[in-house]
């Protein structure tokens, strides 16, 4: 599904040039599920975010379907990113004045759905994750395992076939965690999914396929 090609990221600063990736060479097959571990700095969340078209690479190529992503025109890249990757971050990043299913709809909306199939698609989506009971809630009267179980939701809401998730329990305690991991590979399989997650937890790294571990911006051996 995807396969990524000497991979480097730069950054320029006040201290001159700072190379956050270098040289990485991946291969993910569709339905794979993949842990990416490492020390914090070591180019994780930087790597997700190119897996993703958030960023651009300062060198490579990252292919989905043998198509290079960042040959795309600006709204190509947007549209894919809508439509075929579910993003879920370590802090949730719900909108806090809308409420748990105007959120879940958010997506959907962007994407130009109609109003009552982004709504069904929501609704559905947050009975999934054990909250049909908080449709109207906001963020602020939320836990943060419900936070991110709404997150998760609103991920999923345009059907992608790629979720990636930066460090989905790392703001919860072992209990919530554990709660959230079920679920993932609950949906993955239910969604058919492919899954690329970053974590320092071993836990839930354990549970994946395959593990990738980053040192210094490129991967271990």
Known sequence: M???????????TDV?????????DLDVRAGERIAIVGASG?????????????DRPSEGSVRFEGEDLFRYAPAQLDAFRNRTVGFVFQFHQLLPEFTALENVMMPA?????????ACARADRLLQAVGL??????????LSGGEQQRVA?????????????????????????????LSL????????????????????????????IRMVDGSLAA
């Open 2 to 12: 995807i396969s990524v090609q000497g991979l480097c990221k730069r950054f320029v």
């Open 16 to 24: 001159g040039t700072v190379e956050v990736l270098r040289g990485i």
């Open 42 to 54: 070591a180019g994780k969340s930087t790597l997700m975010h190119l897996l993703g078209g958030l």
């Open 109 to 117: 909306r962007i994407g130009r759905l109609p109003l009552d199939e």
């Open 132 to 141: 049909g009971h908080r449709l109207g809630h906001k963020p602020g009267q």
């Open 152 to 180: 998760i939701a609103r991920a999923l809401v345009m059907n992608p076939r790629l979720l990636l998730a930066d460090e989905p329990t790392g703001n919860l305690d072992s209990g919530t965690s554990g709660e959230i």
């Open 184 to 211: 993932l590979d609950r949906l993955h399989a239910e969604y058919n999914l492919t899954l690329i997650v970053v974590t320092h937890s071993e836990t839930l790294a354990s549970r994946m396929d395959r593990i």
